[in-house]
């Protein structure tokens, strides 16, 4: 069962087809999305580690507080804030509501990430360096790429292969294993076409998938 738009959209599972399912004993895995049940297998992106090493950059640029900005509430955007609240945790800078001088912005969502790009005022900020914003947008959107905004990236290419391997190694009576596959930080503009990002960070970095 593919969620890959579980930042912008809700993901329900239909429950029939679930009882259905379970009675003969199927194996089910969820790609994309926190698994609904905890009865489900689930392969999905570390969102928790995105909104902590989003926060992190924007903190380590020297943002004075860091704001989020999504369309939709869910497991998978809680997830992103919690990740934030644990850099502000470690760096003492606060998670705020609204903008100021020296703020940063995560957008969760190729939704808010669209609804950014429409904002004249929002843009005209970004673009002369007086906003910080970065984003994690739904699965496999390449608007980030396209708009050169830095952005938290995981591709299908990454979760396919452990999806399989959960399909395969799953067994009637099994309990349930959700993996969680980080992504790479790609920074582009934190600060605008206009002014690149200066950071000591690597443009890209890998980290080890972590089977939890």
Known sequence: MVAERTLSEPFEIDNRLLAQ????????????GCAESPKLNACTVDFVDAGFRLAEHLMRLGCKSVGLRTTIASRETDAV????RTASARYGVPIADSAGEDHGLILVGSKALDAFLHDANATAAWRAGKLAVCCIADLGDALPSEQGITAYET???DLAPWAAK?????RPGSRPVEYLVPGRLEIRHTLGQAQAATTSEAASRDLPRVAI
């Open 81 to 84: 804030l919690n990740g934030a």
């Open 21 to 32: 399912a379970q009675r003969r004993q199927t194996s089910m895995v969820v790609v994309g």
């Open 155 to 157: 591709s299908t290419e």
């Open 166 to 170: 959960l399909m395969q190694e799953a």
